[in-house]
């Protein structure tokens, strides 16, 4: 496989994949946070996307495209959101990357393209959920959103379902690729503190329930075992399993944040 950008998706996808797949080329490099509003920044992502298609054509490879199922594509829907729904971006983000998703479908290039949720795993960047969420508890205080819940999906899911998906050649298809179990944010600080055996005073903002469900019906179609034996997954507790998939996430990667809020701390300035 060959990747581009060598972040927190190109640097799993690296560890996964190495020299499997050589027909493939992943784009994991652009606007990383749903939150960023510098036309530079996406402009820097849309040049990129389009030299990627041309060599792509040119060489004949697959492209490997990410977008996003969260709120910034699919707002607040009443149910799981399909694929196929009609969409509305609520944002910048979204409209940015509904927009890349169309230039890749009329390139005439192979290609999958995958909507992902919010990604959990080692070489995560401190600006992402659970980072932050773990070095506001520790520095003692959080800001929670009432309401606010997210869609935590472990990294080991989305190579799991990257793999499935290339080995059995998917293609010109755009699937969702989430949890299915959106977590109160609320919810998580407490799973947090916990773990770490400390309190952090709460600053809460009043709002109404905010949820974003993407549906991973289309994808589990194609890989039965998404989400439930995959990629060092332990299966989910039938019971409670969005609270059993938050507790796989927190076993595997509270460490990681733990030493990466610590690694902060010690710059100078801080």
Do not use: W
């Not at 652009?30 to 820097?44: F, L, N, Q, W």
């Not at 952090?200 to 709002?207: E, I, K, L």
């Not at 589990?220 to 034996?229: K, Q």
């Not at 989910?236 to 509270?254: G, H, I, K, M, T």
């Amino acid at each position: 496989m060959r990747i581009i950008g060598d972040g927190f998706l190109g640097r799993n996808l690296a560890t996964a994949f190495g020299d499997r797949f050589p027909e493939v080329t992943a784009l994991a490099s652009g606007v990383s946070s749903t939150s960023t509003t510098t036309s530079a920044e996406y402009d820097r992502e849309a040049q990129l996307l389009y030299g990627v298609l041309e060599e792509c054509l040119r060489e004949r490879r697959r492209l490997l495209f990410f977008s996003t199922a969260s709120f910034a594509m699919y707002g607040f829907p009443e149910g799981a959101a399909a694929e196929s729904d009609p969409v509305r971006p609520p944002n910048v983000y979204g409209r940015h990357k509904l927009a890349l998703e169309s230039v890749v479908r009329a390139s005439g290039v192979d290609h999958l393209i995958l909507r992902l949720s919010h990604v959990v795993g080692l070489h995560q960047r401190p600006h992402q959920l659970l980072p932050t969420l773990v070095r506001h508890v520790l520095a003692g205080e959080v800001t929670v959103h009432q309401g606010a819940h997210r869609d935590l999906l472990d990294v080991r899911d989305l190579l799991h379902a990257v793999g499935e998906l290339l080995a059995h050649g998917v293609s010109r298809e755009v699937l969702n690729v989430a949890s299915g179990h959106p977590q109160p944010v609320e919810s998580v600080v407490t799973a947090i503190e916990r773990r770490l055996g400390v309190t952090a005073h709460r600053r809460t903002r009043p709002g109404a329930p905010a949820v974003t469900r993407a549906s991973v019906r289309r994808l589990r179609g194609l890989v039965p075992d998404f989400c439930s034996t995959g990629a060092g997954a332990t299966g989910l507790d039938p019971a409670d399993p969005q609270q059993a998939y938050l507790e796989r996430l927190l076993d595997a990667y509270l460490p990681y944040c733990t030493a990466l809020s610590g690694d902060l701390a010690a710059l100078p300035g801080r």
